[in-house]
């Protein structure tokens, strides 16, 4: 589009902003609706354009990864911001009936997961919480956001999407509008360019009613409207570079005249507890540690990128081999996004005793490194994110209470980011850490922690705040500043922390880790994910209890 276009579309929205201000809160709710419609609607040609994007085939095994984290996504959140709505037009509050928990340091805490009557069944054994900031109590925990000041126009904002997850760019559109009453122009990433149509057709109820403008283009297209005179705010997910050149454009002080909030990524951390596995807790959990790297072809902002292991855990090397074995045997696909080879090639250079697996995996350990970690390597594995597939793996002194203390303090300390961190422990081995454990999970510094469970579930679930650890700057911007998806729109969030089995169903049962799930399918390793993750979909667009059993066959196939 040239910038006359722009300028129009830009116009086209601030009248739309107004006429969202005296839009009800009853006829918001039942927008969501019909854009849930339209979503479901484009659900089969939206998976299919974000797996051409990606060089999937439509047969591959991982096509359940597109339904997941495209249609699926929007959908649950959809229905979620319209329950919240529909709650709030009727005068009561979205957190009545609410449970509430108390977290280390006098945190109160709020149930975000299961956020709905089918949650507690399809996701069994997996919750989540959302921790407030310290100070603030229960009779201070407040949701609605901007839809408690409805009237109150958020003006037009600029929405520069991510070229990674197809759920992402939509997503923070629906949370512009909710959460600050903010319409938008979405700018898509070139590398789903491809979306365009499908995103035109799905947002069509948003676009019509004068709230959404779609388009693509360079950097120099982001560059004009970020910078644009009527653009109230911005909201980029991508990386610090692409941040730091909006805000600061090669300058010591920031250029960029309004507020900016972002989403950025980072390397996150799997902290392994040593502990006495079984043979199929180390081969179930190496696969858990495949999937938290190779989903999306390990483009993720959320892919786990460090193992952090006690260097005098007896089953070490056991488990490195499991997951190695893991690595290798998940399916091929081509490193898709822009940039993987090279940075997979810089990896291996920094690493030269890389361990090289089957489908270009790659395992690097810190002790490998062809520099001293005195001299800072740009190609640390703690503070490059390779989105691509790269394991790398740091092992620590110590084991129990004083591994896990060493680990929190690494972590926090040494890795790049603070958007997620995950923790697996034998459920055993969790209780007899006691509070130590649940002081160690506050004092990690990070927006999702996921304990026997990738910090994906909290990316996934609605109702669930998703952004990086509150206090970074725009001078320092870490993994971001504010926070997106949080259907209840809570405010004065810390945190989420999600919390999932061990070991899947019927394990689950047999060792006391009450849980129902067999192996989610957004494993890599799931021979049914592909059709779960389409029935959940189906079941996300008309949700019906008939549907179940359909759903949870394929489920018990994985």
């Given at each position: 589009m040239n910038t006359a276009e722009l300028d129009r579309a830009i116009a086209e929205l601030g009248a739309g902003s107004q006429r969202w201000a005296a839009t009800t809160l009853a006829a918001r709710a039942e927008l969501l609706a019909r854009t849930a419609a339209s979503v479901a609607d484009e659900a089969e040609r939206w998976v299919a354009a974000a797996a051409r994007a990606k060089g999937l085939e439509p047969s591959s095994p991982l096509i359940g990864e597109e339904w997941l984290t495209g249609p699926y996504g929007v959908l649950t959140s959809l229905t979620a911001l319209g329950r919240t709505l529909r709650t709030l037009?009727?005068?009561?509050?979205?957190?009545?009936?609410?449970?509430?928990?108390?977290?280390?340091?006098?945190?109160?805490?709020?149930?975000?997961?299961?956020?709905?009557?089918?949650?507690?069944?399809?996701?069994?054994?997996?919750?989540?919480?959302?921790?407030?900031?310290?100070?603030?109590?229960?009779?201070?925990?407040?949701?609605?956001?901007?839809?408690?000041?409805?009237?109150?126009?958020?003006?037009?904002?600029?929405?520069?999407?991510?070229?990674?997850?197809?759920?992402?760019?939509?997503?923070?559109?629906?949370y512009e509008l909710m959460a600050h009453n903010r319409v938008s122009i979405l700018k898509l990433n070139p590398t789903l360019d491809g979306l365009l149509p499908v995103y035109q057709a799905a947002l069509a109820p948003l676009i019509d009613a004068g709230l959404l403008r779609i388009v693509t283009g360079g950097v120099e297209v982001g560059g004009y409207l970020a910078h644009h005179s009527v653009i109230s705010h911005v909201h980029i997910t991508g990386s610090a570079a692409s941040h730091d050149a909006i805000v600061f454009g090669g300058a010591d002080a920031p250029r960029l005249d309004k507020p900016i909030s972002s989403e950025l990524g980072g390397v996150a951390p799997i902290i392994v507890l040593p502990g006495r596995w079984s043979a199929r807790d180390l081969r179930y959990q190496a696969e858990h540690v495949a999937t938290m790297r190779?989903?999306?072809?390990?483009?993720?902002?959320?892919?786990?990128?460090?193992?952090?292991?006690?260097?005098?855990?007896?089953?070490?090397?056991?488990?490195?081999?499991?997951?190695?074995?893991?690595?290798?045997?998940?399916?091929?696909?081509?490193?898709?996004?822009?940039?993987?080879?090279?940075?997979?090639?810089?990896?291996?250079?920094?690493?030269?005793?890389?361990?090289?697996?089957?489908?270009?995996?790659?395992?690097?350990?810190?002790?490998?490194?062809?520099?001293?970690?005195?001299?800072?390597?740009?190609?640390?594995?703690?503070?490059?994110?390779?989105?691509?597939?790269?394991?790398?793996?740091?092992?620590?002194?110590?084991?129990?209470?004083?591994?896990?203390?060493?680990?929190?303090?690494?972590?926090?300390?040494?890795?790049?980011?603070?958007?997620?961190?995950?923790?697996?422990?034998?459920?055993?081995?969790?209780?007899?850490?006691?509070?130590?454990?649940?002081?160690?999970?506050?004092?990690?510094?990070?927006?999702?922690?996921?304990?026997?469970?990738?910090?994906?579930?909290?990316?996934?679930?609605?109702?669930?705040?998703?952004?990086?650890?509150?206090?970074?700057?725009?001078?320092?911007?870490?993994?971001?500043?504010?926070?997106?998806?949080?259907?209840?729109?809570?405010?004065?969030?810390?945190?989420?922390?999600?919390?999932g089995p061990f070991r899947p169903f019927p394990r689950s049962i047999l060792h006391g880790d009450w849980a129902l799930l067999p192996k989610p399918p957004w494993f890599v390793s799931a021979r049914s994910g592909a059709r779960t993750a389409r029935l959940l979909t189906e079941f996300a667009a008309h949700p019906s209890a008939r549907k179940l059993p359909r759903i949870l066959a394929a489920a018990f196939r994985a």
């Open positions: 037009a009727s005068g009561r509050n979205p957190l009545a009936g609410r449970r509430f928990g108390r977290a280390p340091g006098g945190r109160v805490t709020v149930s975000v997961l299961p956020h709905n009557r089918y949650d507690g069944l399809l996701l069994h054994g997996f919750t989540a919480r959302a921790w407030l900031k310290p100070g603030i109590t229960t009779a201070q925990a407040h949701a609605g956001l901007g839809q408690l000041t409805p009237t109150a126009p958020g003006g037009v904002g600029l929405v520069l999407g991510a070229g990674n997850i197809s759920s992402i760019a939509p997503l923070d559109v629906l190779l989903h999306n072809g390990g483009s993720n902002c959320i892919a786990g990128q460090v193992l952090v292991l006690s260097a005098t855990w007896p089953q070490k090397a056991a488990f490195l081999d499991a997951v190695a074995a893991a690595l290798a045997a998940a399916p091929v696909r081509a490193a898709w996004y822009p940039g993987s080879d090279d940075r997979m090639r810089a990896a291996r250079a920094a690493y030269p005793a890389a361990r090289s697996l089957a489908g270009g995996r790659v395992v690097v350990a810190a002790a490998d490194a062809a520099v001293s970690a005195a001299s800072a390597s740009p190609e640390d594995m703690l503070i490059t994110e390779y989105f691509a597939p790269v394991l790398g793996v740091l092992e620590l002194p110590g084991t129990g209470q004083a591994f896990l203390d060493t680990a929190v303090e690494t972590v926090n300390r040494d890795f790049l980011g603070t958007l997620g961190a995950n923790i697996l422990g034998r459920p055993g081995t969790i209780r007899q850490l006691g509070p130590g454990f649940e002081l160690a999970v506050a004092r990690l510094r990070y927006g999702t922690i996921a304990i026997n469970a990738w910090t994906g579930v909290g990316f996934l679930s609605a109702a669930a705040p998703w952004g990086a650890f509150p206090g970074h700057t725009l001078a320092n911007v870490g993994s971001g500043i504010g926070v997106v998806h949080n259907a209840l729109l809570l405010d004065e969030v810390e945190r989420t922390v999600v919390r």
